[in-house]
């Protein structure tokens, strides 16, 4: 399939920490690292957005709403990225996905992130 793979959501209090992980499929292993990477959030009722991304060099952005508390990194011998979640707020609850900053990849199921207080 030509779409990343999610995995690591679950259930976490407020003002824990969680990892998520994305994974390239076969069909996109080759270009994955050549790839500006992102992490996407979809709450119910909103539209995704964007919340960090990472250059194939891992550089790296945020969104005003996770900076400080969220760290995407990469690992390109294993082709996968990863965001670091701490201080997780309820706000933060989302299925997760991740694909390219342009969502060129199709996109995958994602992983749920539940936050509770």
């Known amino acids: 399939q030509v779409q990343p793979v999610e995995s690591g959501g679950g259930l976490v209090q407020a003002g824990g920490s969680l990892r998520v992980s994305c994974k390239a499929s076969r069909a996109i292993t080759s270009v994955f690292n050549s790839k500006i990477m992102a992490w996407y959030r979809q709450a119910p009722g909103k539209q995704r957005e964007l919340v960090a991304t990472i250059t194939r060099l891992s550089s790296t952005n945020y969104a005003d709403s996770v900076k400080g508390r969220f760290t995407i990194s990469r690992d390109n011998a294993n082709k996968k990225i990863y965001l670091q979640m701490n201080s997780l707020k309820p706000e933060d609850t989302a299925v997760y996905y991740c694909?390219?900053?342009?969502?060129?990849?199709?996109w995958g199921q994602g992983t749920q992130v539940t936050v509770s207080s």
């Open positions: 694909n390219t900053d342009t969502g060129e990849f199709t």
